[in-house]
């Protein structure tokens, strides 16, 4: 198929773009390069550099390369960053996602796999978290993708030959086994990078958000899912689509790590003892967020591969430790 992947040069499109090819895909990247690299696009993937929210230039580029399906994965996704803009994400992703759906209206593009997350769930009455526990994000990041899931559902429901996914991702981690590519978030606020830049003495300490949570440890608890795995889980979904499926997953790995024990875990895979501080809670911050992962594996078959932990930060140490400034200025 050919595959329109926005987002294509940021750390999740990136590794997508790779699980296109590989299995057959022709994969278009699109991205407006405000977060993503250029040098995180293999050479032989056509990059359009845009705005998702420039819909003309989006629908042409749907257009001109007779895509059949979407990945849209272009969007901000830190929690914290989130509550202090929230505007800048109900900017980028909600409408973002609106003039995506606009494009696919306008080209009459047949398939949508979208990025949701388990943000959408807010603090769920119970783990593990299966599609149907209610959605009440606590956070305007979880807020502005729930905003996007309806849209797609509303606009699904007036198109008979349209079929969406809706992915609710977990805590994606990890880089690719061939070491080519990885995260470089710019500023980086997700734990595992976070841990792995004091491993490798680019930051003082890590700070732990809060330790009297109501969990066996007072830290948070996150399912980590390797993004080899979440983006194979992509692949999978594209090619089971059929017209007028709506299909909402849950990726994770089903079991939660927390933050104490990503910390350790870290520790025995670098071999450093570095500086950990107990700091006040993130505003926006469930205490316990897992998955019931078993909806995908029951229907189409599919279940995460690299569940291990320690795999998933060695992957992350590897790339970190030869690329420390990531992809440095190629953007
Ligand atoms: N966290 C932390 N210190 C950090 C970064 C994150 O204690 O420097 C915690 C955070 O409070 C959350 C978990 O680690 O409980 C995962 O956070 P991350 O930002 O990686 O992902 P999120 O769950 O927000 O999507």
Redesign the pocket.
């Known amino acids: 198929m050919r595959v329109l992947v926005t987002g294509g040069a940021g750390y999740i499109g990136s590794h997508a773009l790779r699980a296109l090819l590989r299995a057959g895909h022709s994969p278009v990247a699109y991205d407006n390069l405000s977060r993503g690299h250029r040098a995180a696009v293999p050479k032989d993937v056509p990059l359009i550099e845009a705005d998702i929210r420039d819909t003309d230039v989006l629908t042409a580029a749907l257009k001109d390369n007779g895509i059949d399906c979407v990945m849209h994965f272009a969007a901000f996704a830190y929690?914290g960053e989130s509550v202090e803009l929230p505007l800048l994400y109900y900017n980028n992703n909600s409408r973002g996602t609106l003039s995506v759906l606009e494009a696919i209206d306008r080209a009459r593009t047949p398939r949508l796999v979208f990025s949701s997350t388990c943000?959408t769930y807010g603090n769920p009455p119970q783990n593990p978290i299966v599609e149907t526990t209610v959605q009440r994000p606590i956070n305007p990041y979880g807020m502005s993708k729930l905003v996007s899931e309806y849209m797609i559902s509303d606009y699904a429901a007036s198109r008979s030959d349209f079929s969406y996914a809706a992915l609710r991702y977990f805590?994606v981690a990890g880089s690719s086994f061939d070491g080519e590519i990885g995260e470089d978030h710019d500023p980086e606020?997700?734990?595992i990078p976070?841990i792995l830049q004091a491993a490798l003495g680019r930051r003082e300490k890590?700070?732990?958000?809060g330790d009297d949570y109501p969990t066996p440890d007072g830290t948070?608890i996150?399912d980590y899912i390797h993004v080899e795995d979440l983006v194979s889980a992509h692949v999978r979904v594209m090619e089971a689509l059929k017209p007028s499926d709506r299909r909402i997953y849950n990726l994770g790995i089903g079991r939660g790590h927390s933050?104490r024990e990503i910390i350790d875990a870290a520790r025995r895979v670098t071999g450093v003892d570095f500086k950990v501080e107990i700091g006040p809670r993130?505003a926006g911050?469930p205490a316990s967020l897992y998955s019931d992962p078993s909806r995908i594996h029951e229907e189409l078959g599919w279940r995460a591969q690299h569940t291990d932990i320690e795999e998933t930060i060695r992957s992350a140490y590897q790339w970190f430790s030869k690329n420390p400034n990531g992809y440095g200025d190629a953007r």
Do not use: G, P, S
């Open positions: 929690v943000a805590n606020t997700h734990l976070v890590v700070t732990v958000f948070c996150r933050v993130r911050d």
